[in-house]
């Protein structure tokens, strides 16, 4: 049993940066792959990052690759998203999730996570 728990979200102007984090609750978080999703009005969830139970493999969605960073430290239980040069396309909701296994090549699929964090709103203006 995990439970995770988003925040950080906020309104931003573009160009600003902002950090989103994840707290994860049990022992056994360090065994799960994590992954931060967003979905904006109208639009279909989509990927956003992920990042393997060690920390070792990440990847990113190219239309955030150079602009924002995900990382996890497992004595905390905490899964973070380092997010930069904001666009207002950024705009969404943002969740945390966590994986059924410690990685996947499937990452960027939503089938992939077991667990779903509440979203927290993440709003760039212009």
């Known amino acids: 049993q995990v439970q995770v728990i988003e925040s950080g979200g906020g309104l931003v102007q573009a160009g600003d940066s902002l950090r989103l984090s994840c707290d994860a609750s049990?022992?056994?978080?360090?065994?799960?792959?994590m992954g931060w999703f967003r979905q904006a009005p109208g639009k279909e969830r989509e990927s956003v990052a992920a990042?393997?139970?060690?920390?070792?493999?990440?990847d990113y969605a190219d239309s955030v690759k150079g602009r924002f960073t995900i990382s996890r430290d497992n004595a905390k239980n905490a899964v973070y998203l380092q997010m930069n040069s904001l666009k207002p396309e950024d705009t969404a909701v943002y969740y945390c999730a966590a994986g059924n296994s410690a990685w996947t090549t499937r990452w960027a699929s939503t089938s992939e996570y077991g667990y779903w964090g509440q979203g927290t709103q993440v709003t760039v203006s212009s």
């Open positions: 049990g022992r056994t978080f360090s065994i799960y792959g």
């Open positions: 990042i393997s139970a060690s920390g070792a493999l990440i």
